[in-house]
């Protein structure tokens, strides 16, 4: 395992990063420990916050279950069961679509009983797009419960 002590400027442009793409404001504080995980997991004071898919960040589950700052797509109970075993989103399990979402954002899928995380996702369409369709794949599901990024 490779192990990178991230600096204070490395935190300010992180930092940057994050409000350019969710909106967030100084996430990680200056005085928190920053260390980069075999070039992919951004640990935050000895928990993985955030890892990196193609060059972007993009927010683990468990710190959207602290504080969630992804626009949000939910499903029905139905898809719960295929959606954390790593399957792709499909329009007909989606039943309510946040406004604004637009292609190629990172959203987090949530239950409609309980309003949990279950996965972070990419759009395969905008949010409008999404409420045309009524069929096919709609989310690219990047990172779910249970797999190698939840258990690390």
Known sequence: MKRQQLSKKDVKEINSK????????????KKSSLELIDDKFLKVD?????????????P???????????????????????????ADIMRPGITE??????KDSIIVVVDENNQKPLAVGRC???SEEIKE?????VIKNLHYVGDEIWNS
């Open 97 to 102: 679509i946040e406004e604004g979402i637009k």
């Open 133 to 137: 369709s009524s069929e096919g794949k």
């Open 60 to 86: 683990t589950l468990k710190q959207l279950l602290k504080e969630n700052f992804l626009k949000k797509i939910t499903v029905d109970m139905g898809a719960v069961k295929f959606v954390v075993k790593g």
């Open 46 to 58: 000895n928990e993985i916050v955030f890892f990196y898919l193609d060059d972007e960040i993009v």
């Open 18 to 29: 994050l409000e350019e793409r969710f909106g967030v404001q100084n996430f990680i504080d």
């Open 124 to 126: 395969l369409l905008g």
